[in-house]
């Protein structure tokens, strides 16, 4: 046998979930092993941990001793069996023609040795690589069944992160962090943006569960995650109750898909500049009235042309409009009115709760159908025919909650008014919007009745949702 001096030890194994790289570590002893006992001298080794060989994904290891071949550098490789070489035909024919062309003919195992110079080599490869791939198809079938199967039992899943708001077993609920959770529902829920949302959140101290700061797609996952309602869900389809409690109700998970679809309907992304953007109108026209800066003024314009179609006849300099609307809206959340109207608001909410409850039972028999289908107590055909009308019900639903306003975002304001006063000053612009457009639907800005003098509070006119 040829005394090879540049031999490639290649290891790699497809899921390490301890993170300690004990599998490849085994490999490698064997491998050094087998290659002491031949006298071959190891050039270098090449280690894929916690990647697989039949996914097609990049091994970066992989490539790389496979450019080395290339290019002359290895003579020989040593793997443990080779199956960790490739789990895949295509690939293996591409690495034997690299071989070839490099005139490198040996690839021992610690089982076998394969010479990919010969007919029979490269048969014996062949047979070992197809029953590789098709082991491979197996388990990967058998992991996803097993998925699917765990999700409809309401099990959590895999991974190695737990989930924000609960502790490292996926079920039990963190008091902390689940009471974040429910006051950045409550703030986006009363119109706040995500971002600001989640500037808020790295303020409190508590980063997310890898120990990172907190960022608007963070936080916008977690709040769209059926999780925190006691959901279960897999490949992005709610399958049914989750075996954990949930951190928020299933009206306000509603409520806050709801609010994000509205989100992407209006396309809202600019940051907000100002406080009463897009709440004020021109008392002559009627026409929306648009921030705009004069040198060091901020002001609210009537503008005409056809791109905002005004009249131009109205411009209120900002602050004092500002002051004015907040002071009012303040005071209207302590007037007895205001707590009348959040009963009545509750009240219709039960509709509400009757439609989630309508669509849970319907979710569930979705979840129970496809179990009798993997189980094969039905066939596919009877699977079919069941599931579509669920399908149609589940839609139906869905589509007259999106209907429903619910009356969470007067939830913890109303009656707090002289609270929300002393805090005032240190909210961010958009909670102080989220305020006022729950209480405030638009405010008319009339005519001045002497030009260049102090700002009149009678121009204001108020238009309230409540």
């Known amino acids: 046998m040829d005394q090879l001096r540049s031999v490639a030890i290649y290891a790699r194994i497809s899921s390490d979930p301890s993170g300690q790289a004990l599998g490849v570590a085994r490999q490698l002893e064997d491998c050094r092993k087998l290659a002491a006992e031949r006298g071959w001298g190891v050039a270098e080794e090449y280690v894929d941990n916690d990647v697989s060989a039949y996914s097609g994904k990049t091994r970066p290891s992989y490539q790389r001793m496979v450019a080395d071949i290339e290019q002359g550098r290895r003579d020989g490789v040593v793997v443990y069996n080779l199956d960790r070489l490739t789990r895949r035909p295509v690939e293996l024919e591409q690495f034997a023609e690299i071989c070839e062309r490099a005139g490198v003919r040996q690839l021992a195992t610690v089982t076998a040795d394969v010479d990919l110079g010969t007919d029979d080599g490269m048969f014996m490869a062949r047979i070992f690589a197809a029953f590789a791939a098709k082991e491979s198809a197996r388990k990967s079938e058998r992991l996803r069944r097993k998925a699917r199967q765990n999700a409809e039992a309401g099990k959590p899943g895999g991974g190695a992160n737990r989930p924000f708001g609960y502790e490292p077993d996926k079920l039990t609920v963190n008091p902390v962090e689940a009471e974040l959770i429910r006051q950045a529902m409550r703030r986006v829920l009363a119109g706040e943006s995500v971002r600001s949302v989640a500037v808020w959140m790295d303020t409190q101290g508590v980063p997310t569960s890898t120990g990172a700061e907190w960022r608007t797609p963070t936080l916008r996952a977690i709040l769209l995650s059926p999780r925190i309602a006691g959901l279960r869900s897999h490949l992005g389809e709610v399958v049914g109750p989750a075996i954990w409690d949930g951190i928020i109700t299933l009206e306000e998970r509603q409520q806050l898909l709801n609010v994000f679809a509205a989100k992407v309907a209006t396309g809202r992304r600019t940051p907000r500049s100002y406080l009463l953007s897009g709440m004020l109108r021109c008392g002559k026209c009627g026409g929306r009235l648009f921030s705009s800066a004069r040198q060091l003024e901020r002001r609210y314009v009537c503008l005409s042309g056809p791109d905002h179609g005004g009249c131009g006849g109205i411009t209120v300099t900002a602050p004092p409009v500002e002051e004015w609307i907040a002071a009012a809206v303040l005071y209207r959340l302590d007037t007895p009115q205001m707590g009348d109207t959040l009963t009545g608001r509750r009240a219709d909410d039960a509709r509400h709760s009757e439609l989630l409850e309508q669509l849970t039972c319907a979710q569930a028999k979705m979840a129970e159908l496809a179990s009798m289908w993997a189980d094969g107590d039905i066939s596919r055909p009877e699977w079919k025919a069941a599931r579509e009308p669920l399908e149609h019900r ?43 457009a729950a209480v405030l639907d638009h405010a008319v800005i009339t005519p001045a009745v002497k030009k260049g003098g102090k700002f009149d509070p009678n121009r204001i006119e108020p238009v309230w949702t409540l």
């Open 394 to 436: 589940i839609k139906t639903i869905d589509r007259q909650l999106s209907q429903i306003t619910g009356s969470t975002a007067l939830e913890g304001i109303v009656g707090h008014g002289q609270e929300l006063r002393t805090r005032w000053e240190g909210m961010n612009l958009q909670r102080q919007a989220a305020i006022v």
